[in-house]
């Protein structure tokens, strides 16, 4: 069975720092892309960021480019998100999911996590 | 980039009645690369349908995806209670993938 499980989110000040993390089990880590996809309070869901197996392939959105960085450890089967420079407008709950690949930068996420939340304020 | 509108917003239904959900496109989404996500109250989002009309592992033949190009729909043949929710279409045909703002199905 696929378990992904989100840790690292809290409150955290404008232009302050996070890293989020996505324990994963239940397949083989090191041969699937995985992703974030964020849902701010009420609202819908946003594609964030993907990274392939190798991670030697990123793709972000353009909201967040240059400001978060995805990466995979597979020694440890974890995915990370290192969020910079953060903005009122990145509060979300924020899934880590299993990426299915169609092509490349091509995705549609099998799996979720529960999920963890991140606050944005002073 | 692709924008996805998904209509209506809401959809009030009585159970064993038929819903008929839309997910209409800017652009032709590439080789019906679309999906549906079911989410309820709480949880993560859940694959429903990849590939347009492909179910994914789980749900029941009574959800069934359909259409191509710029016009997509989810239909689920008679509701159960357990299927009043909110559904997501995302394409994945072109970058930056992007999800529709959700249909809301509701008890009447």
């Known amino acids: 069975e696929v378990q992904l499980l989100e840790s690292g989110g809290g409150l955290v000040q404008p232009g302050g720092s996070l890293r989020l993390s996505c324990a994963a089990s239940?397949?083989?880590?090191?041969?699937?892309?995985m992703s974030w996809v964020r849902q701010a309070p009420g609202k819908g869901l946003e594609w964030v960021s993907t990274?392939?197996?190798?991670?030697?392939?990123?793709y972000s959105a353009d909201s967040v480019k240059g400001r978060f960085t995805i990466s995979r450890d597979s020694s440890k089967n974890t995915l990370y998100l290192q969020m910079d420079s953060v903005r009122a407008e990145d509060t979300a709950i924020y899934y880590c999911?299993?990426?299915?690949?169609?092509?490349?930068?091509?995705?549609?996420?099998?799996?979720w996590g529960q999920g963890t939340l991140v606050t944005v304020s002073s | 980039e692709i924008v996805l509108t998904q209509s209506p917003g809401t959809l009030s239904l009585s159970p064993g009645e038929r819903a008929t959900l839309s997910c209409r496109a800017s652009?032709?989404?590439?080789?019906?690369?679309l999906a549906w996500y079911q989410q309820k109250p709480g949880q993560a989002p859940r694959l429903l349908i990849y590939?347009?009309?492909s179910r994914a592992t789980g749900f029941p033949d009574r959800f069934s995806g359909s259409g191509s190009g710029t016009d997509f729909t989810l239909t689920i043949s008679r509701l159960e209670p357990e299927d009043f929710a909110v559904y997501y279409c995302?394409?994945?045909?072109?970058?930056?993938?992007?999800f529709g703002g959700g249909t809301k199905v509701e008890l009447k």
């Open positions: 999911a299993k990426a299915v690949r169609a092509a490349a930068g091509r995705y549609h996420f099998d799996d």
């Open positions: 239940g397949f083989t880590f090191s041969t699937f892309a």
């Open positions: 990274i392939s197996g190798s991670g030697g392939s990123t």
């Open positions: 652009q032709s989404v590439n080789s019906n690369y």
């Open positions: 590939g347009a009309s």
């Open positions: 995302q394409q994945y045909g072109s970058s930056p993938l992007t």
